[in-house]
């Protein structure tokens, strides 16, 4: 079987990765990184949101080997560093902003890459960015509240 190098979240993992494995197995299954989560399998939910690159991809359809060589971050990477939590999830806790959680990690994933490309989001770019995410809970409305108490954090502490 294929083996890869994949680099992510700054380390390096050597998967094994047949033709059109799906990066969300090699994540979970070889990585041991189970924060990505496996929702629909289509790409349509958003579940399975990671960076690759700094954009937001979904990892239930991308092939693990068309990322070798690229920049991964997951859930597990986002904070600055160890034991800080990304303004994101401070928010995302401090708004109770999960009521079922499961697709939170991609709901988080996308809303991170949204404030890294445009930290003073406005509603309509909340809304465009997050459309492919689906929260079957409706929790919409805490979503775009903690995407904004996050963006008035990171502008407020300079972060980005």
Not at 26 to 37: D, P
Not at 69 to 90: C, F, M, R, S, Y
Request: glycine share 8%; hydrophobic share 35%; proline share 6%.
């Amino acid at each position: 079987m294929p083996k890869i190098t994949l680099s992510i979240n700054q380390q390096d993992y050597q998967v094994e990765a047949p033709s059109g494995m799906p990066l969300l197995w090699a994540i979970r299954e070889q990585c041991g990184l189970t924060g990505t989560k496996f929702g629909c399998g289509i790409a349509q939910c958003g579940a399975c949101t990671v960076h690759v690159d700094g954009k937001p991809v979904r990892s239930c359809i991308t092939p693990a080997a068309s990322v070798e060589g690229k920049k991964i971050t997951t859930i597990e990477g986002i904070a600055p560093k160890p034991d800080v939590l990304h303004e994101v999830q401070k928010a995302w806790i401090e708004l109770q902003t999960p009521q079922c959680g499961y697709c939170q990690s991609g709901q988080i994933m996308s809303a991170v890459a949204l404030l890294n490309e445009n930290p003073n989001p406005s509603d309509s770019d909340i809304d465009e960015a997050m459309s492919g995410n689906i929260c079957r809970c409706g929790m919409y409305g805490r979503i775009r509240a903690a995407i904004k108490q996050a963006s008035a954090a990171i502008q407020q502490n300079d972060i980005l």
